[in-house]
């Protein structure tokens, strides 16, 4: 993946993705139509290799936010430090990205410098996505950008396309704080037949992915609702909710695939900010069975809003009583 600029379109970054597998990647993107998932400019082939032309949104994951979720998890009060980790990121990134003797190096710096600027003023104002994370808890603000990237990924679903790749490091925080999803390396269409390349990021993967590794079994939209049960636990926690190998080290498949069917620790003990009705939504996503997990992202979209919105749950159990009584108390002041 190079970052690059066009010369005849004002200069403009953009991001080029160069691989010589013969992947339909760029047509699954052109099916998919949705801010919460990275456009395509143009295709080019030249002989074996593909060259995928996108923009050039920023270069924050949530990889990069999640490495501070068991910090973030004991703060309490409004997200302001996600939010500067954010412009840090972005600036601290066009820095390292472009030389300060180019003339779209010294272009693009003083246009982060200037929108950081800018941001700054509008975080105290209260004008753009990314300042009214800094309104937020920690928690709220982490899981809006969760219910951005599931919009997106319920998009997919409804037109048949399986991510099967979902991890932090494949859902770009833009600079207006957006998230976006990324990399359609390996997705798929329900429809296609079961003779396609199979896996996935090994911490991320529900106990059926990591079994087709032996199968050869197709994927399922029930996998990318695990892994977005994984990256909500993560992120809120700081922490895995599986053992993983570490990279590089030798393991059994098969044991990994048992500790996946394990319960993990309630994400509450880890995180009491977490509330019962969120917990409920992660237990959810990770249920061992498929058939226990929600459809698809769809149904999971419409218990994080019924959540956000102080509604019941449709979808995941409403244990708490006080919680239910809390949410109705919201909307009945």
Request: charged share 25%; proline share 5%.
């Amino acid at each position: 993946v190079f970052l690059a600029h066009q010369p005849d379109l004002a200069g403009r970054l953009v991001v080029l993705k160069v691989t010589p597998l013969s992947m339909d990647e760029s047509d699954r993107l052109a099916s998919l139509q949705h801010t919460s998932i990275v456009p395509i400019y143009s295709v080019h082939r030249e002989g074996e290799l593909s060259c995928i032309c996108m923009p050039f949104l920023g270069a924050t994951t949530l990889a990069d936010l999640s490495r501070f979720g068991e910090r973030w998890a004991s703060l309490d009060g409004p997200a302001e430090e996600l939010v500067s980790t954010i412009l840090d990121r972005r600036h601290s990134t066009i820095r390292e990205l472009l030389p300060s003797n180019d003339a779209v190096g010294r272009n693009q710096a003083e246009i982060a410098r200037r929108d950081d600027d800018s941001h700054t003023g509008k975080m105290q104002a209260g004008g753009t996505l990314l300042s009214g994370y800094s309104h937020l808890g920690y928690v709220d603000a982490l899981l809006r950008l969760v219910i951005g990237t599931v919009e997106g990924l319920a998009h997919a679903h409804a037109r048949g396309i399986i991510h099967r790749d979902l991890k932090p490091a494949n859902i770009l925080v833009a600079d207006d704080g957006s998230p976006v999803l990324l990399d359609f390396n390996l997705a798929v269409s329900s429809e296609e037949s079961k003779k396609q390349i199979v896996g996935g990021t090994l911490p991320y993967m529900s106990p059926q992915q990591l079994e087709s590794l032996q199968t050869g079994e197709p994927a399922d939209a029930r996998d990318d609702v695990f892994s977005v049960g994984v990256i909500l636990y993560e992120l809120l926690s700081g922490v895995m909710p599986f053992a993983t190998p570490k990279s590089g080290q030798s393991f059994e498949l098969a044991e990994v695939i048992a500790d996946r069917r394990r319960t993990p620790k309630s994400i509450r003990v880890l995180n009491p900010r977490v509330s019962n009705g969120l917990a409920a939504i992660i237990d959810r996503c990770m249920e061992q069975e498929r058939s226990e997990r929600y459809r698809d992202a769809g149904e999971l979209l419409e218990d994080l809003n019924r959540h956000r919105q102080h509604l019941p749950l449709k979808f995941a159990p409403d244990r708490s009583v006080r919680e239910r009584l809390t949410k109705w108390s919201a909307r009945h002041p």
